[in-house]
């Protein structure tokens, strides 16, 4: 055998061992391949900035406070973590829907759980049944609304990214098109500046804005739920570590009635507006 050949020969068995290896490590157990957890015995939460009621207080996750804030903790103590043994980090809404893994263990932040999203994120079971609704200023053009037909005309917005504003384009569809913010907050400055007639968020970020943050702020309505009903559930990568046993915790919380005795602290408990239809 030449030289040459023998080099070659050694070349060839080489790459046939790379390919072997990779081969190998690719069909490893799921486990392996994973989103491992971001910090050792700390579970790391995520949120938006800012985050507003009723889901947390005063913009700050790490009191406890507001309806998504109080289920963080509980799932983390379902989990075995103390408040002590809990990291918030932030992560705003639009960028939360991504492939990879992410900077947190889980995130919160009123994500509706829909087949889209879930092709490249987990989601963990629902924590909370949500329907969406449409907000305005007292005597705005659609103040007296009574079905969605009235508001087709209407100048609408929602957050970008959210159900809201599917729920403007596939359930409303106006004849103008929808304004799109990066935040509530700035959406609800708009609506005061009357740069837009109405607002779509969710039933409780509803009651909440026209009682704390709007003067004259009023529920229009809210719309039909949608077939199978819509849910918030915690976002997790794709293949995250956690994934299983947080959907295991948020099931217990949910039988158990812990969800619903968050639910009755910290949103408008029995309330209730009109279904537009």
Same mark, same amino acid.
């Given at each position: 055998m030449s030289i040459n050949a023998s080099i070659n020969n050694k070349i060839t068995a080489a790459a046939v061992a790379v390919l072997v290896a990779i081969t190998v490590t690719s069909c490893g157990s799921s486990k392996a391949a994973a989103c491992p957890q971001i910090k050792e015995s700390v579970l790391t939460i995520a949120t938006d900035e800012p985050v507003y009621g009723p889901w947390f207080d005063n913009n700050e996750p790490s009191n406890g406070k507001g309806y998504e804030a109080a289920v963080a903790y509980a799932v983390a103590?379902?989990?075995?973590?103390?408040?002590?043994?809990?990291e918030w980090v932030r992560v705003p809404f639009?960028? *939360? *829907?991504?492939?990879?893994?992410?900077?947190?263990?889980?995130?919160?932040?009123?994500?509706?759980?829909?087949?889209?999203?879930?092709?490249?994120?987990?989601?963990?079971?629902?924590?909370?049944?949500?329907?969406?609704?449409?907000?305005?200023?007292?005597?705005?053009?659609?103040?007296?609304?009574?079905?969605?037909?009235?508001?087709?005309?209407?100048?609408?917005?929602?957050?970008?990214?959210?159900?809201?504003?599917?729920?403007?384009?596939?359930?409303?569809?106006?004849?103008?098109?929808?304004?799109?913010?990066?935040?509530?907050?700035?959406?609800?400055?708009?609506?005061?500046?009357?740069?837009?007639?109405?607002?779509? *968020?969710?039933?409780?970020?509803?009651?909440?804005?026209?009682?704390?943050?709007?003067?004259?702020?009023?529920?229009?309505g809210q719309f039909p739920a949608k077939k199978g009903g819509e849910q918030f559930g915690l976002v997790l990568s794709k293949g995250s570590w956690l994934t299983t046993d947080i959907s295991k915790s948020v099931d217990k919380l949910r039988a158990d009635g812990t969800l619903a005795k968050i639910e009755d602290q910290w949103l408008a408990a029995g309330a209730s507006a009109p279904v537009l239809k």
């Open positions: 103590k379902d989990l075995g973590y103390s408040k002590d043994k809990v639009n960028n *939360v *829907v991504a492939p990879g893994c992410r900077n947190f263990d889980f995130d919160i932040n009123e994500f509706s759980i829909t087949p889209e999203r879930a092709k490249v994120i987990d989601f963990s079971t629902g924590y909370y049944d949500v329907t969406q609704a449409v907000i305005t200023i007292a005597g705005s053009k659609i103040a007296n609304a009574k079905s969605i037909a009235d508001l087709q005309g209407a100048k609408l917005g929602a957050q970008v990214g959210t159900t809201s504003y599917a729920t403007i384009t596939d359930v409303i569809k106006p004849t103008q098109d929808v304004a799109v913010f990066d935040t509530n907050d700035v959406a609800k400055q708009a609506l005061k500046n009357g740069q837009i007639d109405g607002l779509v *968020v969710d039933l409780p970020t509803a009651f909440y804005i026209t009682a704390v943050d709007l003067e004259n702020g009023k529920i229009v």
